[in-house]
Nanobody
């Protein structure tokens, strides 16, 4: 199995920053897995945010976060990060850490964390 544990959410002001972390563990997890983030705002469908493949390859961002969010990984710690800058009210959502044996994560990925709340106040 794969366990994904998120941390770092909370409340930020518009224009502020937050950093999310997600640590992966479990016998089925591999550093070759893509790791990334999916978010879900109240009443809305889950939305892809960012993904990073093995060895830093295939980095992808949703258009809505390009230039503001940065995904990174520490492969030695099996951890993925999401640095969120210039936060907007529309970034408010539950953020899920996701892992996938494929090259990128998606809303169909098999492994999900429990989710962490990000709130943005104006």
């Amino acid at each position: 199995q794969v366990q994904l544990v998120e941390s770092g959410g909370g409340l930020a002001q518009v224009g502020g920053s937050l950093r999310l972390s997600c640590a992966a563990s479990g016998s089925a997890f591999s550093v070759d897995h893509a790791m990334g983030w999916i978010r879900q705002a109240p009443g809305k469908e889950r939305q892809f945010v960012a993904s990073m493949g093995r060895s830093g390859g295939i980095v992808m961002y949703a258009d809505s976060v390009k230039g503001r969010f940065t995904i990174s990984r520490d492969y030695a710690k099996n951890t993925v990060y999401l640095q969120m800058d210039s936060l907007k009210p529309e970034d408010m959502a539950v953020y899920f850490c996701v892992a996938d044996p494929l090259l990128v994560v998606s809303t169909s990925s098999p492994y999900w964390g429990q989710g962490i709340q990000v709130a943005v106040s104006s």
